[in-house]
């Protein structure tokens, strides 16, 4: 059995002691597929370094928490991620736009510069025919309303099962990809069986967002990879399907939204 992390952070200091180790382990005996997801220019390019030293995949852009504080800064940070993709667009481990989005949980008083870098990022994700992967946190409204002015042309995950009933509605009806994290496996998790049963089977991925959000029953460790797995029982328990079958038909979702074509 095989699975797909379709959201992690290889590069985050956490792993600065043992990086390499958690790699190889989670890819050799685990058996695990991942993206290593970018949020900064240097955790992009760090991204981008990890996926070619050990075959992952990896993507690239600045996170709502991680812009600039000035528009002339944004933008020239933005032109070095256009510059990676350029540089790595014809490279298999380059794989989608993100993380981006809007969160006013964490920053509400740049709500216009969060806009831009997100339309922005949209634009270039069009532009390389890439998919996106968003954030978005206490921005339900501003979100939806950019994603409908803002036609994304390759489609997109919304990371970490945004809590929202209508969130989840509106994304789905905008054919985007619903990816179950940590939380659903949470005691305390609200609805979480609600919103499993209403993501269709094609359109729902699952993802560890490591090192953090580690689920049950390892809450409160550092995540990895592996234990995407008990987000895959929770989602098999909940769906009435096997195990198999949830780690088979995610890895097939991910390989779909992510264009990955076997090598
Ligand atoms: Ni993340």
């Known amino acids: 059995m095989q699975f797909f992390d379709s959201h992690c952070h290889l590069d985050d200091e956490k792993f600065n002691e043992d990086r390499e180790e958690v790699i190889k382990r989670n890819l050799q005996e685990n058996n695990c597929k991942f993206v290593t997801i970018g ?9 981008i370094k990890l996926a070619k030293k050990y075959d992952l995949y990896a993507t690239v852009g600045i996170s709502p928490n991680d812009i600039p504080q000035n528009e002339e800064e944004l933008l020239k940070e933005l032109e070095e991620i256009k510059q990676i993709v350029e540089t790595e667009r014809e490279n298999k481990y380059l794989v989608a736009i993100g993380e981006i989005g809007l969160d006013y949980y964490w920053n509400k008083e740049n709500k216009e510069l969060q806009k831009l870098a997100f339309i922005k990022q949209i634009e ?62 949470f005691k305390n998790a ?46 098999a328990e909940v769906k009435k399907m096997t195990l198999e079958e949830v780690a088979k038909q995610t890895f097939e979702n991910a390989k779909r939204v992510y264009k990955i074509v076997d090598k």
């Open 39 to 47: 949020y900064s220019l240097e955790s992009s390019q760090k991204a």
């Open 190 to 235: 609200k609805n979480a069986n609600e919103f499993i049963s209403i993501v269709p089977n094609d359109k729902m991925l699952i993802e560890t967002d490591s090192p953090y959000l580690s689920p049950e029953p390892e809450r409160g460790k550092r995540n990895e990879p592996r234990k995407v797995k008990y987000i895959a029982e929770k989602v």
């Open 124 to 185: 270039l994700a069009n532009e390389f025919d890439l998919p996106i992967t968003i954030h978005c946190r206490d921005a339900i409204n501003d979100t939806l309303e950019i994603l409908k002015k803002n036609k994304v042309n390759n489609m997109g995950i919304f990371h970490c099962c945004p809590h929202n009933r209508e969130l989840v509605k509106e994304a789905l009806k905008l054919d985007f990809y619903i990816s179950f994290a940590g939380p659903v496996t």
